[in-house]
T-cell receptor, first 116, second 113 residues
Framework: AQTVTQSQPEMSVQEAETVTLSCTYDTSESDYYLFWYKQPPSRQMILVIRQEAYKQQNATENRFSVNFQKAAKSFSLKISDSQLGDAAMYFCAYSRIIQGAQKLVFGQGTRLTINP | IAGITQAPTSQILAAGRRMTLRCTQDMRHNAMYWYRQDLGLGLRLIHYSNTAGTTGKGEVPDGYSVSRANTDDFPLTLASAVPSQTSVYFC????????????FGPGTRLTVL
């Protein structure tokens, strides 16, 4: 069964510094998608970044970038120049196709605290 | 454009009662999904719908039913609520079933006593 593991329940970083959140996954498939979602205290799930497994280039969205290591099944999120508004739960997710439907499998989440 | 709306925002329900959580999207997305979020477990898929008129079971479907009469609406029904169904419920949608990103609604916090 596919699983997604986030080994860091909590992380903290000083404002303006860089932090990296870890994620590993288990799959036997060769083509899939990976996502990072952010959940602030408002509870809204917000897409941060997405990576297609067939692309070797790491995805980047402004201050957010990923380090995608397909062979190691690792998908870490780097947040540069951390801001107070980055404080949230961060979920890594793996997307698989079953019976023609896309199904997301989520990790347990990492709570990120930004220290002013 | 509202995106995805869910109702109610929160609800306290007596065990054994029937409850329907509503979800509406205005993006004309084909696929819709229901997840539950429990502390320490992340989000888990309950049911999904690839297109209007079709539904399928996810990872934790027991005790829940869904229908998809049209593109925009995807209600989730608890026929006889139990305390273990206390959770935060998220509806999501995506343009296609295979490759597109899923976008989430604001969630419904349900407490079953």
């Amino acid at each position: 069964a596919q699983t997604v593991t986030q080994s860091q329940p909590e992380m903290s970083v000083q404002e303006a510094e860089t932090v990296t959140l870890s994620c590993t996954y288990d799959t036997s498939e060769s083509d899939y998608y990976l996502f990072w979602y952010k959940q602030p205290p408002s509870r809204q799930m917000i897409l941060v970044i997405r990576q297609e497994a067939y692309k070797q280039q790491n995805a980047t969205e402004n201050r957010f970038s990923v380090n995608f290591q397909k062979a190691a099944k690792s998908f870490s999120l780097k947040i540069s120049d951390s801001q107070l508004g980055d404080a949230a739960m961060y979920f890594c997710a793996y997307s698989r196709i079953i019976q023609g439907a896309q199904k997301l499998v989520f990790g347990q989440g990492t709570r990120l605290t930004i220290n002013p | 454009i509202a995106g995805i709306t869910q109702a109610p925002t929160s609800q306290i329900l007596a065990a054994g009662r029937r409850m329907t959580l509503r979800c509406t999207q205005d993006m004309r997305h084909n696929a819709m999904y229901w997840y539950r979020q429990d502390l320490g477990l992340g989000l888990r898929l309950i049911h999904y719908s690839n297109t209007a008129g079709t539904t399928g079971k996810g990872e934790v479907p027991d005790g829940y039913s869904v229908s998809r009469a049209n593109t925009d609406d995807f209600p989730l029904t608890l026929a006889s609520a139990v305390p273990s169904q206390t959770s935060v419920y998220f509806c999501a949608s995506s343009d296609s079933t295979e490759t597109d990103t899923q976008y989430f609604g604001p969630g419904t916090r349900l407490t079953v006593l």
